[in-house]
Nanobody
């Protein structure tokens, strides 16, 4: 089992910045990938960014260079620095962990979600 605890969601003005954090604990295997997804009511959850062990990162096209995903040295905490936020970034943001090895390979774990609201 893996537990994910998120923080950092808030109300911010358009053009502002936020930093989301997600700490993972429990049975962490390596290699793995941690990432951020977001969901708006009535819509499917969509991937925002991913960070693999070994510091490889990928982003959704809509990020357009505004967000940066990173992991700490122990690679158990993932951050999402969001700059130049837009009202359309308003969503619940979820942290995700997926092991790429071992018994839990391919199994997704999710955080509880943190609300990001961007007002115009």
């Amino acid at each position: 089992q893996v537990q994910l605890v998120e923080s950092g969601g808030d109300l911010v003005l358009s053009g502002g910045s936020l930093r989301l954090s997600c700490a993972a604990s429990g049975s962490i295997n390596s290699p793995n990938v941690m990432g951020w997804y977001r969901q708006v009511p009535g819509h499917e959850r969509e991937r925002v960014a991913s960070a693999f062990t070994g510091r490889v990162t990928t982003y959704a096209d809509f990020v357009e260079g505004r967000f940066t995903i990173s992991r700490d040295g122990a690679e158990r905490t993932v951050y999402l620095q969001m700059n130049n936020l837009r009202p359309e970034d308003t969503a619940v943001y979820y942290c995700n962990y997926r092991s790429m090895a071992g018994q839990d390979r391919g199994l997704d774990y999710w955080g509880q979600g943190t609300q990001v609201t961007v007002s115009s």
